[in-house]
């Protein structure tokens, strides 16, 4: 499902943001339907084959946890609708 492979990757960022880029992506292999995170120098703008989207599209700043990150789980379905 989709939606559980968005959140998985996200995961993965909020677990080591200082890993990456400020403009962090997640791409999104369209045929195969699978996912990874990649550093905006990395992104292959000229292809067919690959979606991209920017992670801080779908992480906010936590209410109950000021200064962490949590997921913005509306994005994740708007985003997992388009693949399903």
Do not use: C, H
Not at 75 to 84: D, F, G, S, T
């Amino acid at each position: 499902m989709m939606k559980n492979k968005i959140t998985d990757i996200l995961r993965e960022y909020l677990e080591a943001p200082e890993a990456w880029s400020d403009n962090v992506q997640i791409e999104v292999d369209t045929a195969a339907k699978t996912l990874r995170l990649v550093d905006d120098d990395n992104i292959d703008e000229e292809s067919d084959t690959y979606d991209y989207w920017p992670v801080m599209d779908f992480i906010s700043m936590s209410v109950d946890a000021p200064g962490a990150w949590q997921i913005d789980m509306e994005a994740v379905e708007e985003m997992a609708a388009e693949y399903e």
